[in-house]
Nanobody, 122 residues
Framework: QVQLVESGGGLVQAGDSLRLACVAS????????MGWFRQAPGKARSFVAW????????NYADSVKGRFTISRDNAKNTVYLQMNSLSPEDTAVYYC???????????????WGQGTQVTVSS
């Protein structure tokens, strides 16, 4: 079992930046692909970004490409999401996920954090 704990969310203004962090309980995190998803009120959970186990391959949703950067530090069992040029459309609960395969579908991921709220005001 992998436990994931997100942090770093908050209330910011449009154009600001935030960095989310997700710490995993399991020391073998480096065997998992790590991802970030988000869920806005009244909407389904959607893919944001994933990074492979070694950190050499990443994938982003078109809506965040060029603004968000996913990274990981396996020595610290931590994955990050640097979010720049935030807009009100980025307002959502952001979830960290761990899985064995790369996918943009939430149902393909094995472990989830509890989420952290990001609110961007205009």
């Amino acid at each position: 079992q992998v436990q994931l704990v997100e942090s770093g969310g908050g209330l910011v203004q449009a154009g600001d930046s935030l960095r989310l962090a997700c710490v995993a309980s399991k020391r073998t995190l480096n065997s998992y692909t790590m991802g970030w998803f988000r869920q806005a009120p009244g909407k389904a959970r959607s893919f944001v970004a994933w990074i492979n186990w070694s950190g050499t391959t990443t994938n982003y949703a078109d809506s965040v490409k060029g603004r968000f950067t996913i990274s990981r530090d396996n020595a610290k069992n931590t994955v990050y999401l640097q979010m720049n040029s935030l807009s009100p459309e980025d307002t959502a609960v952001y979830y960290c996920a761990a899985g064995r395969s790369v996918s943009t579908l939430p149902e393909s991921w094995d472990f989830w954090g509890q989420g952290t709220q990001v609110t961007v005001s205009s």
